[in-house]
């Protein structure tokens, strides 16, 4: 007795081996494109509270105020 293992039975549908293989395939590539955009997004506000933290320690923000309110 041979076992074909070409097709996939799901609620009685023949799904080919091969198409599920191509969609494993593409949900891996997005899954990895989704988790590479939201490495990006991460690294962007770390290095924005960095600069803004760095800017806090120089002072600058206390110079701007300064100049502000000596206008008003």
């Known amino acids: ?4 293992f070409n097709n996939f ?3 009685n549908f023949e799904i ?3 198409f599920l293989f191509l969609i494993g395939i593409i949900v891996v590539v997005v899954l990895w494109k989704l988790i590479k955009f939201a490495i990006k997004i991460v690294l ?6 960095v600069i803004l933290f760095g800017l806090d320690v120089l002072g600058v923000f206390d110079k701007i105020q300064g100049l502000l309110s000596s206008f008003i």
Not at 1 to 4: G, K, P, V
């Open 9 to 11: 039975n799901l609620l």
């Open 1 to 4: 007795m041979t076992m074909l």
């Open 44 to 49: 962007i506000i770390i290095v924005f509270l």
């Open 16 to 18: 080919p081996r091969w």
